[in-house]
């Protein structure tokens, strides 16, 4: 067997995969484990076949794997600077306690760190972003709670800590230093430590676990940069590397940006892996056009680097191995200088490996190299099996590598008639171009086919536009990475010339961002959905496999007898099924129809408003879209609230209702308009002046929709529902600003049950309202403004005498939302509280004669 590197890479890497996704079974410790592989190895080299063989090796891999990726996670999940700081927090709140001072649900905890910089210093719309391996820890709270806590806190703060953590620091000074805040540089900063921000909706990946996985356990903010004390410089070739970084950056901000802002940051990211300058908006057009993976340093990129290299080496006289190593050392020296991330070190490893096999004069098959790549990759971070890029960059090239040659040897006898025209004559170079075209498209279309379910599962985006546009991207990605690569060493030289490589590398880069429009002619190449079952998934890649192996052994009906030779169209069947599932998802179809049921969902969406209705037959509407994360570039519409309405089922939404102005209301309402193009937007009393309303109206009405003011008694039935309008009255003077007492009150009414849902309205609202509303045998709550002392009084809970009372808080809000006096009120009249800073979102579900309550974290609730 000749990729006889793929039996113990297979079973590494499915091992590690399993050990994430079960890491709490009890596996062997170590020691054991190796005795046990070495000794049924040996039995089976000696006594038993190849077979049986391979077998024990991919078994003992696998647990193996499985070990690693437990042991890596584990020290991920819970560093010692986690138990630092959950010491830390517990001595917080005891303090607070004994104050008589309210803490939100996610306690902060102030301290001052020291640690290493794991990479340049980066600008943010809230900030400076600051990477961090924290090596030591000093607590700054006061430590008058319970003596044991304090104890327990001074004695963890003092000693000796490990993990990573992510800062921002704040303030006018810190975009002055940020070239101080260097790779390797040795800092120590007071900061404010808190849990990474989680949503606890369905369909929303784990922010928190994915940010450990790669590193970073803790989030914080510094106040100021003048706070950021630089102790130590690294070492001679980190400060090396980064000085060189920064030059770079200000030599394509200088020569690239000149001609545009945006072509300077796209070439930033190509030459040196820079996303800072990246505007949002580019960046999701290049991801539904397929193309974004053109502006990550990947495999292209290296590839072409070390295309140059070779290219200068053939034409200076260096061939063989001297021109080898010589490539590896430049490769190795690059990957350094862009600042050694992980998937510059995947795509560095694997062409490392192949120059160093061309140096040994090692003609292994390339599957094998890139088995052996893989295998060293997640032996040295076995949590990398777990990150996307890992899969996609090895899933790429494995299909490349598949194949390809395959195309190549079909083409062998044209080329070669070809050849015989004469290598050099413009017949060659014309007839060479349908072969370089064919592979090119077969390498796109075997990738594709490949890492769709990857792209469906990970980021719910299906996309085919990149089929074509790849022909297009990849060179001009090519073109802005070659002349951004020039434009360094050229502003050395001379600045006209820097500036001519620069004016070149802007049409790459501008053509680029220009070939992801043509999307916008073929909106149906690319879509999202919700990320595909398992074992849709699963299935496919079995299904797959089983073809594949097939067809390699010839294994086709008429050729061989039997159940045998119904295996290759069988699976053939078995993973376009499988495709078809993942592409088209049968539970859209079933949603769309309805349950004959009034499904409200509350989402969390942190300190904000959102809220998710499905009707009976059918029908969907979205109350609010949250907003005000902790970085503006969060984007909580796409992030939290349209995963919700994918696993919901719904490509599509009927309504979309704003309550009011607010950014905490409808911060991710731009989004959502965008993807799921609703019938009508309303609102209620106009704000003329407020450019956010009026810029997401504008989008509203390119996309088709109808933007409505809805006023007091206004009403629709929308499936056998009464949706009705209790508030405000029409303005009698245009509104200069955004006010809560303006937000619209909207109330389902359908049978016995009655849902009300009061944006951020105030007392004086409430006492107009609660006249307004009948009674009826049960009903639904959402607590007024986020269950502020400002809403909520006792006339009005007792009017609308809710049995469930549901607040949207966030769990790191500094208002002390809900306020205990408001929540009292609700429990004094019998109310079941919901609350999402506690319980994650909540799912209530009514047939109108009774309610039955659900929420993330598996409270339950019925009641009729």
Not at 441 to 450: I, Q
Not at 626 to 638: E, K, P, T, V, Y
Not at 699 to 719: F, H, I, L, S, T
Request: glycine content about 10%; hydrophobic content about 50%; aromatic content about 6%.
């Amino acid at each position: 067997m000749r990729t006889i590197a793929a039996i113990p890479a297979a079973g590494l890497l499915v091992g590690a995969a399993f050990g994430l996704l079960v890491p709490d079974l009890p596996y062997p410790p170590r020691y054991i484990f190796l005795i046990a592989c070495g000794a049924l190895s040996v039995w089976a080299w000696r006594l038993a076949g190849a077979r049986v063989l391979a077998a024990v090796v991919v078994a003992g891999f696998f647990t193996g794997g499985a070990i690693l990726a437990t042991d890596a996670w584990q020290r991920a999940w819970r560093p010692t600077l986690w138990s630092a700081f959950e010491a830390l927090a517990r001595d917080e709140r005891a303090q607070a306690d004994a104050e008589g001072r309210r803490l939100p649900e996610d306690v902060e905890a102030a301290a001052t760190v020291t640690g290493v910089l794991r990479s340049d210093a980066s600008p943010g719309a809230s900030g400076v972003s600051l990477s961090l391996q924290v090596d030591g820890l000093v607590g700054r709270g006061g430590g008058v709670g319970r003596e044991e806590d304090a104890r327990s806190a001074k004695a963890l703060a003092e000693r000796p800590v490990s993990g990573g953590i992510a800062v921002t620091v704040t303030g006018s000074l810190a975009a002055d230093r940020i070239n101080d805040w260097r790779a390797g540089r040795r800092v120590r900063l007071p900061v404010t430590l808190h849990r990474p921000s989680r949503y606890l909706d369905p369909g929303v990946p784990d922010h928190e676990r994915a940010l450990a996985r790669r590193g970073t356990r803790l989030v914080g903010t510094v106040k100021s940069g003048a706070l950021v004390e630089v102790l130590a410089r690294g070492s001679w070739f980190d400060e090396v590397m980064a000085g060189a970084r920064a030059f770079a950056r200000r030599a394509i901000a200088e020569h690239v940006g000149r001609w545009s802002a945006q072509s300077g940051a796209i070439v930033a990211a190509i030459v040196i892996g820079d996303r800072a300058g990246l505007d949002n908006d580019v960046q999701r057009r290049l991801q539904e056009a397929g193309t974004y993976h053109v502006i990550a340093i990947s495999g292209g990129n290296i590839a072409i680097l070390a295309g140059l290299l070779l290219g200068g080496f053939r034409l200076a006289g260096w061939l063989g191995r001297t021109a080898m190593l010589a490539s590896i050392a430049a490769l190795a020296a690059y990957a350094a200088f862009v600042g050694n991330g992980a998937s510059v070190d995947r795509v560095t490893l694997m062409a490392v490996v192949y120059f160093g096999a061309r140096a040994a004069d090692h003609r292994s098959p390339p599957l094998n190299a890139l088995a052996l790549v893989a295998a060293i990759m997640v032996a040295g971070d076995p949590l990398g099996v777990a990150d996307p890029a890992f899969v996609l960059t090895f899933g790429a090239t494995l299909a490349i590598l598949l194949v390809v040659p395959a195309i190549t040897t079909e083409g062998t006898a044209e080329n070669a008639e070809i050849a015989n025209k004469g290598i050099g004559s413009p017949v060659f170079a014309i007839s060479a171009v349908p072969s370089v075209l064919r592979s090119m498209f077969a390498a796109s279309v075997a990738a594709e086919a490949l890492l769709f379910p990857v792209g469906a599962l990970v980021f719910s985006r299906v996309t085919f536009a990149g089929l074509a546009l790849n022909f297009v991207a990849i060179p001009l990605m090519a073109v802005a990475q070659i002349a951004g690569m020039a434009v360094v060493p050229l502003a050395l030289a001379s600045h006209t010339a820097a500036a001519a490589a620069g004016w070149v590398a802007h049409l790459g880069a501008a053509g680029l961002v220009a070939s992801a429009d043509l999307v916008r002619f073929a909106p149906a190449l690319t879509y999202r959905i919700a990320p595909p079952p398992w074992i849709a998934v699963a299935l496919y890649y079995a299904a797959a496999t089983a073809c594949g192996i097939c067809m390699a052994h010839r294994v086709i009906p008429g050729t061989v007898r039997g159940i045998r030779g119904a295996i290759a169209p069988v699976s053939a069947l078995a993973a376009a099924g499988a495709a078809l599932w993942i592409l088209v998802d049968p539970h859209t179809l079933v949603a769309r129809r309805g349950d004959r049921r009034l499904h409200v969902t509350f989402l969390d969406v942190g300190q904000g408003d959102s809220a998710f209705i499905v009707f009976p037959a059918g029908s969907t509407m979205l109350v609010d879209a949250g907003g005000l994360s902790a970085s503006s570039s969060f984007d909580i519409g796409d992030r939290v609230v349209a995963p919700v309405v994918r696993d919901a089922g719904f490509t599509r939404i009927d309504y979309v209702a704003l309550t009011h102005g607010d950014p905490d209301h409808i911060g991710g309402a731009r989004s959502i308009v965008r993807e799921f193009q609703p019938r009508e937007v309303w609102e209620g009393i106009a704000v003329p002046r407020f450019e956010p309303l009026t810029r997401l109206r504008m989008d509203a009405q390119a996309n088709g929709a109808k933007w409505a003011n809805v006023y007091q008694e206004d009403r629709v039935m929308v499936d056998g529902v009464d949706v009705i309008a209790h508030h405000p009255a029409p303005a009698e003077w245009e509104r200069q600003k955004v006010r809560n007492d303006d937000s619209l009150v909207l109330e389902l009414r359908w049978r016995d049950v009655s849902v009300v849902l009061t944006g951020d309205i105030g007392k004086a609202v409430e006492r107009e309202i609660a006249r307004a509303i009948p009674p009826a045998p049960l009903r639904v709550v959402k607590i007024p403004h986020h269950g502020s002392l400002s809403s909520s009084t006792v006339p009005f809970v007792t009017a609308l005498h809710p049995q469930i009372a549901v607040v949207s808080a966030g769990r790191a809000n500094h208002f002390g939302h809900p306020v205990p006096e408001v929540l009292d009120r609700y429990r004094a009249i019998g109310a079941e509280i919901f609350r999402t800073d506690q319980d994650g979102a909540v799912m209530v579900e009514t047939d109108g004669k009774s309610i039955a309550v659900r929420s993330f974290t598996g409270r339950r609730l019925s009641v009729s």
